[in-house]
């Protein structure tokens, strides 16, 4: 979770290609540990930076991926 919270903040800082790496290795341990909170968080930040680099498609394939982990665990922060 810190590593998605991590490149969430490097995000807002404008390292959106290390806010892209540090959202893939939480991904990726999200995966491996079946942690559906943390992939929904690195997921949210992977569809922000695609949305910032204009790869809309991606973005919301990724966004729609997060809402969805979101919904089936029960928090609501990223629905709205």
């Keep these: 979770r810190s590593l998605a919270l ?3 903040a490097a995000h807002v800082t404008g390292a959106h290609e290390e806010a892209q790496q ?3 290795e939480s991904l990726a341990i999200g995966r491996d540990i079946g942690d559906h909170f943390s992939m929904g ?3 949210h930040a992977l569809g922000v930076v695609a949305h910032v680099e204009g790869r809309y498609m991606d973005a919301r394939s990724l966004l729609e991926d997060s809402v969805a982990r979101s ?3 029960g928090y609501r922060w990223h629905i709205a």
């Design 71 to 73: 919904i089936a665990i």
């Design 6 to 8: 991590a490149a969430s």
């Design 22 to 24: 540090l959202a893939s």
């Design 41 to 43: 968080l690195a997921l």
